[in-house]
């Protein structure tokens, strides 16, 4: 979505699926994405969209019945130092680099990223040492540095706390600076403020949108909240039972979203200027259970403007890599 | 007429240290809690984890027994009684009048049980006879929505929404004067969500439910809720009717909320602001008002002096020493 601009990380028709004992699990299809530094993309969508198996599988972290049947995730397209991330064995040392080294991962929820027999400094030197090794002094002052600027007051008495001992908005800035540990170029954040208070939220993301400009890193925001959306992403991937039904830049997606589900989403939000007892837009039903997958255009039967006879038979093209659309035949009709 | 009223209500969890478990301290969960609730109307308690809204929920409902203060409650037109030093055996007769609906759809709907079972069993175990169970049963399952095919079902056939609806039934099934509803729709997906909300509106309009809506988020508190009542650190620091505490809170906390939640618009970043340090410990208030190492708006006295709950405007009532001070909290 930026002329002239290479992306740092480019996905590009990416199928993942889970075998399980009643059957094989379509997760993802055809899903293509491209990071760029100094960009946000917002990733945004239901349980069971697909919004988190697309960053296990970028990282190659799949649960173990999880396997990419299709489509590459390349790491720097088009430079000699080009690395096709899917062709990589998933436990091999070049992935390892890749992984904490070059794409930072930030979770839901910290404690899952720490460990509680460790301090936070132990863990943190960790870090910095598996990627680049200045010695276990210059560690922890790097250790000490990077609690600073996440915003954790008095960083050189916090670095020998263990992890429980924090709150939950302290941790999650811990976790921010394990992420950052190994200076990446890119990060993937899955949920990050999900767990949080929403005055703790304001601080995360305002902390996040900080080190990401000032260090120009490419920012995979995963999301269900349009709310974070609005605030946070450049570009927008909107995702629905495995696929991107929409990829638009911010402003677009929230001036006029093309894809119905889009637009039924953006209703559904409460809104904070809302009359006394004013009810809200529904999507009617729920979201598909992932092994019941509707035939043709995943979200036709919850679709008011389903066309009989296409929407449940035939499934509309993906959004062209790169490019801002929708995967509905409603806006292919139209472009036609 | 009030069917709730409670004043200063109070539960302290003793912290205790050592092999004698002597008491060191006390962790205040509710620390004065007064506010009322009309028939019909639905009161919002809104506040950050810790700030005791689910404490005093669970007081009321007597799951937890206050360390003071009173729970007026009034079963029906012509009684009052006060629940707060009531023993387990008093409060059996009352317990039909105030149900809950829980927050998390998976876990407070029992999976052996069919749906039909579980919404009758409020009946059941009141002594409804069994042909007017039934009866009540059809009814409640359209009332939410359900078909009735659901009632030989098991919980686990239906998603997350249909399950909050099945718990909204069961906690219908007995007409009660009063409902707590404890995060109802915060487990569920936005697309879900607004449908929960919508049926929860419905059923306000329908029936003319008085409810405690037990809520940290601000917009669904907006749609649903007459009033609100804005917690930290387990007191009550700002009550207004939903439309004047939105448009002009009177309460620097209340103010950092509302400015805290990100708005869908990307046009109103700037809008969103957070405020700085973190949310006080239960166990170890500052002194003055609770809020002070974190308020814009700081004075000496609030860092000293712990400003009450008081009337500044007819049914506004804010716990700030500058709360008339209105230029204060424009932008």
Redo the contacts between chains.
């Keep these: 979505m930026v002329d002239g601009q290479k992306p740092i990380v480019s996905v590009r028709d990416l199928a993942v699926a889970f075998h399980q004992h009643t059957g094989t699990v379509r997760a993802l299809e055809a899903v293509s994405l491209d990071l760029y530094p100094g960009r946000v993309l917002g990733v945004v969508g ?2 069971g969209c697909g919004k988190s198996v697309t960053a296990r599988a970028m990282l190659r972290i799949l649960d173990r019945n999880g396997s990419i049947t299709a489509g590459r995730v390349t790491l720097d397209p088009g430079t000699a130092g080009e690395q096709d991330v899917t062709a990589l064995p998933p436990e091999g040392n070049a992935i390892r680099a890749i992984r904490g080294g070059r794409i930072g991962l930030i979770f839901q929820e910290p404690m899952a990223a720490l460990s509680m027999q460790y301090t936070v400094g132990n863990q943190m030197m960790e870090a910095i040492r598996a990627h680049r090794d200045p010695g276990k002094q210059a560690a922890r002052e790097r250790a000490i540095a990077l609690l600073h600027e996440v915003g954790i007051p008095r960083p050189e008495t916090r670095i020998d706390a263990y992890p429980f001992q924090l ?4 941790r999650q800035r811990v976790g921010i600076a394990l992420a950052l540990a190994a200076e990446p170029d890119v990060l993937i954040a899955d949920e990050p403020t999900t767990a949080l ?7 995360i ?2 902390l996040l949108r900080r080190l990401q400009r000032d260090k120009q890193i490419a920012l995979m925001l995963i999301t ?8 946070m ?1 450049d570009d927008v991937a909107v995702m629905y039972l495995g696929r991107i039904i929409e990829y638009a830049p ?2 677009e997606l ?1 001036r006029a979203p093309k894809h119905p589900y889009t637009r ?3 209703r ?7 009359k ?8 009617g039903g ?2 598909p259970q992932p092994n019941a997958r509707p035939s043709g255009c995943p979200f036709h039967p919850r679709c008011p403007e389903v066309i009989p006879g296409r929407c449940d038979t035939m499934v509309p093209a993906p959004v062209p890599p790169g490019q801002q659309g929708a995967s509905c035949f409603l806006v292919e009709d139209a472009a036609a | 007429m009030n069917v709730l009223e409670v004043r200063g209500l109070t539960k302290h969890y003793p912290i205790v240290a050592g092999l004698m478990r002597r008491e060191v301290g006390c962790v205040r969960a509710a620390d004065g809690v007064s506010f009322s609730i009309e028939r019909g109307e639905t009161l919002a308690l809104v506040g950050e984890s810790g700030c005791g809204k689910t404490t005093v929920a669970r007081c009321i409902l007597r799951a937890l027994r206050p360390t003071s203060g009173e729970i007026r409650f009034s079963p029906d037109d012509d009684h009052t009684v006060d629940l707060a030093p009531l023993s387990r055996r008093a409060l059996r007769p009352l317990r039909r009048h105030i149900q809950l609906i829980f927050q998390d759809p998976y876990a407070s709907l029992n999976p052996r049980m069919m749906v039909g079972d579980i919404i009758a069993e409020p009946l059941l175990v009141n002594g409804v006879p069994g042909p007017e169970r039934d009866a009540r049963v059809r009814e409640l399952l359209d009332l939410v929505g359900l078909p009735l095919v659901a009632r030989s079902r098991f919980p686990h056939a239906f998603s997350g929404g249909q399950r909050q609806r099945i718990g909204i039934a069961r906690a219908l099934a007995l007409n009660p004067r009063l409902i707590v509803a404890d995060e109802p729709v915060s487990a569920l997906d936005v697309s879900v969500q607004a449908q929960i909300i919508n049926l929860l509106l419905d059923l306000q309009d329908r029936l003319g439910l008085s409810m405690l809506f037990v809520a940290h988020d601000l917009g669904v508190v907006r749609h649903v809720s007459d009033r609100v009542a804005v917690m930290y650190v387990g007191r009550v620091v700002e009550v207004a009717t939903t439309t004047v505490l939105y448009a002009t809170p009177r309460h620097p906390y209340t103010r950092a909320l509302l400015a805290a939640v990100p708005k869908a618009d990307p046009d109103a970043r700037d809008a969103v602001t957070a405020p700085r340090g973190e949310v006080a410990d239960p166990a170890n208030p500052p002194p003055g008002c609770a809020f002070h190492p974190r308020c814009p708006f700081v004075i000496d006295r609030c860092r000293v002096d712990r400003p009450e709950l008081v009337e500044i405007a007819p049914g506004h009532l804010s716990a700030c020493f500058r709360a008339s001070e209105t230029a204060l909290f424009m932008e």
């Design positions: 239901e349980s709150s939950g908005g302290l208070d929403v005055t703790t939220q304001a601080q993301l305002a269900h909240d349009m709310g974070v959306i609005a605030q992403a911010v402003r929230f039924a989403l953006l559904s939000v409460p809104d904070l200027d809302a006394p007892r004013q009810r809200l837009a529904t999507i729920a979201v």
